[in-house]
T-cell receptor, first 116, second 111 residues
């Protein structure tokens, strides 16, 4: 597609439920990244993929968070047993390759997650 | 430990004047610095970047300056336009895979 697409754009869920957030990167982009932005904070790195592989999972806040990427394209971020502190905007980004950092990533519009 | 700091949460500038947004960092391993602009309900948009081997990079109305000894960078917007009103994030990286972001500065360009 022309840009990075994320769905849903908004999600309200009850505490304790599981949620799945989806990201469709720009076609041909091999690198994909997940960040989140909590209220009044900067963007916090969660995880990145090179192809389908996630070499660095250190940014995931807890073992309730997991992510996968299939076919070198779509990625899903799953949060199990959601907590109120998980409320944030979850942003996905992609880039052509990992080593073109100077060209910046292209971000999607994000999924606003609210846990009530 | 906040490795990238934007100490001014907001800035107001008149249209046509210069906007200067500042950013400080603590990690000497950072070797690339980027600025992103964010409008409400949209994802951040890449603006401009600078490698640590340079001290200045220009792109149209946007110039980024890097002072490595002071661990400080700034974004200059000249002239400022109302459409520049947004939140600006400074980011830094020492690896290509992860950006460390500041908390952002909200720029308001007034008529």
């Amino acid at each position: 597609g022309a840009g990075v697409s994320q769905s849903p754009s908004n999600k309200v869920t009850e505490k304790g439920k599981d949620v799945e957030l989806r990201c469709d990167p720009i076609s041909g982009h091999t690198a994909l990244y997940w960040y989140r932005q909590s209220l009044g904070q900067g963007l916090e790195f969660l995880i990145y993929f090179q192809g389908n592989s996630a070499p660095d999972k250190s940014g995931l806040p807890s073992d309730r968070f997991s992510a996968e990427r299939t076919g070198g394209s779509v990625s899903t971020l799953t949060i199990q047993r959601t907590q109120q502190e998980d409320s944030a905007v979850y942003l996905c980004a992609s880039s052509l390759t990992l080593d073109r950092v100077g060209e910046g990533y292209t971000f999607g519009s994000g999924t606003r997650l609210t846990v009530v | 430990d906040q490795q990238v700091k934007q100490n001014s949460p907001s800035l107001s500038v008149q249209e046509g004047r210069i906007s200067i947004l500042n950013c400080d960092y603590t990690n000497s391993m950072f070797d690339y610095f980027l600025w992103y602009k964010k409008y409400p309900a949209e994802g951040p948009t890449f603006l401009i970047s600078i490698s640590s081997i340079k001290d200045k990079n220009e792109d149209g109305r946007f110039t980024v300056f890097l002072n490595k000894s002071a661990k400080h960078l700034s974004l200059h917007i000249v002239p400022s336009q109302p459409g520049d009103s947004a939140v600006y994030f400074c980011a830094a990286t020492g690896t290509a895979s992860k950006l460390t972001f500041g908390t952002g500065t909200r720029l308001q360009v007034t008529l």
